[in-house]
């Protein structure tokens, strides 16, 4: 399940995607993500899902491998799903046996929050599949620059973001080392009730803890023994230049939410 997770991973190609400036991805996720909050019609969730897929057809990353991603987020979907179908009973009936009562408003409910969260989680990992993490740093710096006049250290959130996002594969993996190697030792994660559950996962975390912060320290030790002194007159060996794919891929998420808003609001 751990190794399911994709987001904070980078994989590798050459396509218009992985070529795009990260300023743009990182805009137009964020665009699509409030235009995914926005849809509540099923056109509109097949507009964006047709728009979706075929992102991730032009960023030649493997579909499965996108959607690999869905897997850790499976429970929460079930859970919202039984939570909108079991207990939504204003609306019109479907189904009423004893405690149970289902309604067509509680199944709508459940199918488009489905959708959403699935739509959303394909998204947010098409950025990180597609944008090294020092190209995503350079972008969100570049994009909170004009909060510098205002004492905000760009450089400094920018990369404590992007350091975030790289560790968690990193500490994803370490926690994966550990329950295999307390496993090994007798230690059982799949039995019991949850309390039960939740106690055996203490002998995970507290190796877990350790291991971050020593790798914590290793990367602050390493930076310092580069000379890394923050953002003050740092240069970089690519800048980024927006181009004409950029432009095109603008217009193409423009005419799509603009598409969706018309369809949500105007008819």
């Not at 987020?73 to 019109?92: D, H, P």
């Not at 149970?100 to 998204?123: P, Q």
């Amino acid at each position: 399940m751990l190794k399911d997770i994709t987001l904070g991973q980078y994989f590798p190609g050459e396509s218009v995607i992985h070529k795009a400036d990260p300023r743009v991805k990182i805009i137009l996720t964020f665009l699509l993500m409030i235009a995914i909050f926005i849809i509540d019609t099923y056109m509109g969730f097949l507009i964006m899902a047709l728009f979706t897929a075929l992102i991730v057809i032009v960023s030649d990353v493997p579909v499965k491998y996108t959607l690999k991603g869905l897997k850790p987020v499976l429970f929460i979907a079930v859970f919202a799903a039984v939570i909108n179908i079991f207990f939504v009973r204003e609306g019109t009936p479907l189904f009423d046996y004893g405690f149970i009562h289902i309604t067509y408003e509680g199944l709508d409910r459940t199918v488009k929050t489905t959708i959403r969260l699935t739509l959303l989680i394909v998204v947010a990992s098409i950025l990180t599949l597609t944008t090294t993490p020092i190209l995503l740093t350079d972008g969100i710096e570049k994009l909170m620059k004009p909060l510098s006049i205002v004492g905000v250290p760009a450089h400094e959130i920018a990369m404590m973001m992007t350091i975030a996002l790289r560790f968690i594969p990193t500490l994803l993996e370490e926690t994966d080392k550990i329950m295999k190697a307390q496993a090994a030792r007798g230690a059982d994660f799949d039995t019991g009730n949850i309390v039960q559950r939740a106690k055996s996962f203490i002998p995970v975390l507290v190796p877990l803890f350790v291991s971050a912060f020593r790798r914590a320290d290793e990367l602050a030790t390493a930076m310092e023994a580069r000379c890394y002194r923050g953002g003050e007159g740092r240069t970089r060996m690519r800048q980024l230049t927006l181009t004409v794919s950029d432009l095109y891929l603008c217009v193409a998420a423009a005419l799509v939410i603009g598409f969706i808003v018309y369809l949500q609001y105007f008819i």
